[in-house]
Each structure stands twice: as structure tokens, then as C-alpha cells.
């Protein structure tokens, strides 16, 4: 079945760097734009970053704009989040999500396919 | 910067009973509007999208309507499993910007 996983989470301390994967399963991953979004402890859904399937296009929410890089690899399936400068409050769980259309469309943030979450906690 | 507002914070609801969920955008976006359904320690669920379109596999229970700046999510007879937090999402890839809502708690009364 359709499928993403995370992994990479870990505690670390601020100011330090983290890179985060997200591996994809059971569809052709190379038509898809893929999102992380992220949920801090008890707290709300934050989008955090996307990329166009083919790459050539690259967002990012304003409070990790110029801290965190999204980039993918279509021959392995997977795309990274390098999150460097980290800081207390980005603690969360960061989730990678699956638009629900190809191509990067009209549709692209819409996500109909969810991992099961990595755990980030930034703690000195 | 368009800001997704959601009310109530929680809704306290019977088994049975009607939930009716509410999001508002600061500015018009038109019906580019989902919402997600999330358990306790689960990913999020796509319920909606285009404001009022079921996703795939969505029971008919679960409907949205909607344009502009006012959006409503209701679910009718309200079943154990639909007790969770909703989110409404603003989407629009032109410029890219998605925004969520902090959320819906809706909780067993």
C-alpha cells in the first residue's frame, strides 16, 4: 500500500543540526509534491516545508525559512529536511505527507498520505 | 498573510448528536479549503478538500461547506471514532501557502 515512513528524530541540542528522511512506498513517488509538517507537544499542525515533485520548486514556512533545507532523491524514493540551527521551539513531531494529486498541481498541500511521524526534541 | 481561525476551541457532543465545526479565513479563499480529522497519537486524515468534496473513502456522515471566508465541517450522528481534533487548511499553490487552523477538539459529552 501507499507509504511513508520517517526517521532521524532524535534529541539534540540548540544550535545543532538534525536531517530528517522520509522514505516513500506503493506509488510512483517521482509525480508526487511532498510536505513536512510538524506538531510541537500539544499543540496544533504547522507546515513547515514542500517541494515540487520533480524538485524544482522549494518552500518553507517563515519560522524555518533560511534554517531548514527540503530536498528529495526520485531514484531512492525519499526526500530529507536538513534542519540546522535548531532551537528549543522547534521541538515536535515532524510529519512527512503525500499530496493527494501528482504533478504539483492545483491540489498541491492537500495530502492524502501521512508517515507515522519522527520525534525532534531540542533540549540543552 | 491570511490567518485560518476555528471555533470552538472544543465541542462537547453525544454519541448520536450533530457536530457542526466552523473555520474562517481573515481574507476570501474562495473554496481551497480541507479539513483533516486526528486521533491521539495518530498522523492526520484528509476528511475534505475544495471545502465540501469527501476524500476518498470518507463516510457521507462527514460533509463541508462553504466559500470565502466562512467554512462549516458538520458530522452527522456522531460515532465513537469521530472523536478526535479537526483542522481546517487553507491551500493554494499559487503563491504556495498553506496554513492550518489550531484546531477543533470535538469530545465525548
Known amino acids: 500500500q501507499e507509504q511513508l515512513v520517517e526517521s532521524g528524530g532524535a534529541v539534540v541540542q540548540p544550535g545543532r543540526s538534525l536531517r530528517l528522511s522520509c522514505r516513500a512506498s506503493g506509488f510512483t513517488f517521482s509525480l508526487y509534491g511532498i510536505h513536512w509538517v510538524r506538531q510541537a507537544p500539544g499543540k496544533g499542525l504547522e507546515w513547515v516545508a514542500a517541494?515540487?515533485?520533480?524538485?524544482?520548486?522549494?518552500y518553507y514556512g517563515d519560522s524555518v525559512k533560511g534554517r531548514f533545507t527540503i530536498s528529495r532523491d526520485n531514484t531512492n524514493n525519499a526526500v530529507f529536511l536538513q534542519m540546522d540551527s535548531l532551537r528549543v521551539e522547534d521541538t515536535a513531531v515532524y510529519y512527512c505527507?503525500?499530496?493527494?494529486?501528482?504533478?504539483?498541481?492545483?491540489?498541491?498541500?492537500?495530502?492524502?498520505?501521512w508517515g507515522q511521524g519522527t520525534t525532534v526534541t531540542v533540549s540543552s | 498573510e491570511i490567518v485560518m481561525t476555528q471555533s470552538p476551541a472544543t465541542l462537547s457532543v453525544s454519541p448520536g448528536e450533530r457536530a457542526t465545526l466552523s473555520c474562517r479565513a481573515s481574507q476570501s479563499i474562495s473554496r481551497n479549503l480541507a479539513w483533516y480529522q486526528q486521533k491521539p497519537g495518530q498522523a492526520p486524515r484528509l476528511l475534505i478538500y475544495d471545502a465540501s468534496t469527501r476524500a476518498t473513502g470518507i463516510p457521507v456522515r462527514f460533509s463541508g461547506s462553504g466559500s470565502g471566508t466562512e467554512f462549516t465541517l458538520t458530522i452527522s450522528g456522531l460515532q465513537s471514532e469521530d472523536f478526535a481534533v479537526y483542522y481546517c487548511q487553507r491551500f493554494n499553490n499559487r503563491p504556495p501557502h498553506w496554513t492550518f487552523g489550531q484546531g477543533t477538539k470535538v469530545e465525548i459529552k
Open positions: 517541494i515540487w515533485f520533480d524538485g524544482s520548486q522549494k
Open positions: 505527507a503525500r499530496d493527494k494529486e501528482g504533478w504539483s498541481g492545483y491540489y498541491a498541500g492537500v495530502t492524502d498520505v
